[in-house]
Every structure is written in structure tokens, then in C-alpha cells.
């Protein structure tokens, strides 16, 4: 079986990966990478696991020796929306990891841009991806023995509160919180949330299958889109949170320039400029980009996706009551 590596080894969709992996595969199989790896658990080294220390950040000699002997990479795109600075980053680690001699990587890229087989976007959160895509796809054109799989993971049902101006269930009821200001009205194509460890599973059982059988495997060089099982328009979305906090929530449209001054949207980004290229999101919702279906990720799961209003209700739900 193929070793596998996992960069960075963190974070919710890294974490949950882990986990079904370690159920699919022999943990001295797997090395989790990232910058402290001393929080790896305990747990996992104990069975096995090895842990390495490295960054995005890192220079290419270190990720070039930390990638040393794996040969299977699932490459967790790095955590920003802006294209720049994520393409910097991102392309090194891609070029290190060949060096080492990484024969085939999985990356983790976004349910943006509309059928598996587009290569444009209209969302700024996409531009990395897309780049960071055909990079793989030139790679492995001018290196036959090098092999690549794009996962474009569907957006996931737990992170509405970005699409909806940082909206909390958990906050008490005021005008503010019962009032959601973004630049769409809510109505026509929207989103085909997915439950984030149903995508982490899935992402898993890819790896695994992959490490198992290389030659038998069927995604090589290739593009997954994996979604939900219907898509729901950014008002129904708001329709189900309103239910969970027990209230009605409403979107009220608002223009980009107002949107970026909001003070919720202020303390997350920072400043209005990272504000207003995050707002090209619902342009792109708006596009349709989001609103496409497929059934590949029933398929590798074994049953139907569960649905976005249960997933909400058991992450917002529970903690609501």
C-alpha cells in the first residue's frame, strides 16, 4: 500500500480525513504534516502515525525533506480567500513535493466555478484554486509518472455564516440579528451544502482507494465535484437558520459598499479591500456556480449525503436549546 501524507494536518476537514482514514488504512501507513506537530494526538502516534513539522510558510529544501518517502499527498489548500498570496504558498509546496518524489496528490480545492470540467469563476475565494489546478494538470502533463486528483469540496453546510454576514443562531434576538444585510437578495440559484465530515470521509475514501489500488483507480488525473443533494437558494438557507434560533430571519439586500463597512464583516476580514473581494462570492452564487448537483459523493459514501436543514439543526440546533 502507498505511504500517505496529509499538509497541513489540521483543521476541520484535515482533522475529519484523519479520522476515516485511520479506519480505511494502516496508521504507520499515514505522516501528518504541519507546524506543530507535537499536537498531533497522542493516540494517533501511539498507533503508529508518524508526525513531521512543516509549514506553508516553510522554504522548499524543508518541505522538499519533510515529503521524503511519501507517495500519496493530500494537499489541504491553504486558508485564505486572497488569490495571491494563496498561489505564492501554495505552487512551492506542489513543486517540493514532486522533487521528493510524491507520486500522485489529492487536493482539496472548492465547489465554486460550476461543472467539474470549468476552469473559471467569477469568486475571488476561487482564483487560487483554479491556478493551483492547472498547475496539477501541467505537471502531470510534462511528468507522465506524476498523477493528480482536484476534489472540489462542496461548500459546506457549517460555514453559512460567511455567506450570511457572520448571522448567529445563538445570539439573543435584536434588529441586527434578525436582519441579514448582503448583496443578494436571496432568491434564484443557490448553494448545495454538504456536511463537512461527510466531504472529509469521502476525501478519505479517495486517499485510501487510491493507496490500495493506483492502477485500478479511476480518478487519475481528474476532477471530483463533490455536493449535496439539492441545492437551497441563500433565502431558504436564512428560512432554516431563522427556525433554529426561533425567529424569523430575513435578507435584506444591501449594495457591496455598504456591505464591507458592516461591523461584524469589518472584524472578521479587517479591511474593507479583503471585505470587497470576498463579496465576488455572490456574484458567483448569483451565476449559478453553486447550484450544480452531482451524485459522486453518494457514490463514494455508500448512501445519500444527509441533508443541509439536518446538519444545521444538529450544529446550530443542539447548542441553541
Known amino acids: 500500500m502507498k505511504t500517505i501524507g496529509i499538509f497541513p494536518a489540521s483543521g476541520g476537514l484535515g482533522s475529519s480525513t484523519i479520522t476515516h482514514l485511520l479506519n480505511l488504512v494502516p496508521a504507520n501507513n499515514l505522516t501528518l504534516i504541519n507546524r506543530h506537530p507535537d499536537k498531533v494526538p497522542q493516540a494517533h502516534t501511539d498507533a503508529g502515525v508518524q508526525a513531521r513539522k512543516a509549514s506553508y510558510e516553510s522554504l522548499p529544501s524543508e518541505l522538499e525533506?519533510?515529503?521524503?518517502?511519501?507517495?500519496?499527498?493530500?494537499?489541504?489548500?491553504?486558508?485564505?480567500?486572497?488569490?495571491?498570496?494563496?498561489?505564492?504558498?501554495?505552487?512551492?509546496?506542489?513543486?517540493?513535493?514532486?522533487?521528493?518524489?510524491?507520486?500522485?496528490?489529492?487536493?482539496?480545492?472548492?465547489?465554486?466555478?460550476?461543472?467539474?470540467?470549468?476552469?473559471?469563476?467569477?469568486?475571488?475565494?476561487?482564483?487560487?484554486?483554479?491556478?493551483?489546478?492547472?498547475?496539477?494538470?501541467?505537471?502531470?502533463?510534462?511528468?507522465?509518472?506524476?498523477?493528480?486528483?482536484?476534489?472540489?469540496?462542496?461548500l459546506y453546510a457549517e460555514s453559512t455564516p460567511i455567506y450570511t454576514a457572520f448571522f448567529n443562531p445563538r445570539e439573543e434576538e435584536s434588529a441586527e440579528s434578525s436582519e441579514i444585510l448582503i448583496p443578494h437578495d436571496g432568491t434564484g440559484p443557490g448553494v448545495a451544502w454538504v456536511k463537512r465530515d461527510e466531504l472529509g470521509e469521502a476525501s478519505a475514501r479517495l486517499i485510501a482507494a487510491y493507496a490500495e489500488d493506483p492502477e485500478g483507480f479511476r480518478n487519475g488525473?481528474?476532477?471530483?465535484?463533490?455536493?449535496?443533494?439539492?441545492?437551497?437558494?441563500?433565502?431558504?438557507?436564512?428560512?432554516?437558520?431563522?427556525?433554529?434560533?426561533?425567529?424569523?430571519?430575513?435578507?435584506r439586500e444591501v449594495g457591496v459598499d455598504e456591505y464591507v463597512r458592516l461591523p461584524k464583516v469589518l472584524g472578521v476580514f479587517g479591511t474593507e479591500e479583503k471585505a470587497r473581494t470576498w463579496a465576488t462570492a455572490w456574484e458567483a452564487i448569483r451565476a449559478g456556480e453553486t447550484a450544480v448537483v452531482t451524485s459522486q459523493l453518494g457514490e463514494i459514501l455508500g448512501r445519500e449525503p444527509e441533508e443541509f436543514e439536518v446538519t444545521v439543526r444538529r450544529y446550530w440546533g443542539e447548542q441553541v436549546r
Not at 488569490?83 to 517540493?96: E, F, G, S, T
Not at 501541467?138 to 498523477?147: G, H, I, K, N
Not at 443533494?229 to 431558504?236: G, K
Open 65 to 154: 525533506a519533510t515529503f521524503s518517502g511519501i507517495d500519496t499527498l493530500f494537499l489541504i489548500s491553504y486558508p485564505s480567500h486572497v488569490r495571491d498570496y494563496r498561489i505564492k504558498v501554495q505552487l512551492p509546496v506542489i513543486n517540493a513535493a514532486h522533487r521528493a518524489g510524491v507520486s500522485h496528490i489529492f487536493y482539496s480545492s472548492l465547489a465554486f466555478a460550476g461543472p467539474a470540467t470549468s476552469t473559471a469563476s467569477i469568486a475571488e475565494v476561487m482564483q487560487a484554486h483554479l491556478a493551483t489546478e492547472a498547475h496539477l494538470r501541467d505537471l502531470a502533463a510534462r511528468d507522465p509518472s506524476f498523477t493528480y486528483t482536484i476534489i472540489r469540496e462542496g
Open 221 to 251: 488525473n481528474g476532477t471530483v465535484l463533490l455536493t449535496g443533494p439539492r441545492v437551497w437558494s441563500l433565502e431558504e438557507t436564512v428560512g432554516v437558520l431563522g427556525q433554529v434560533a426561533g425567529r424569523e430571519v430575513r435578507i
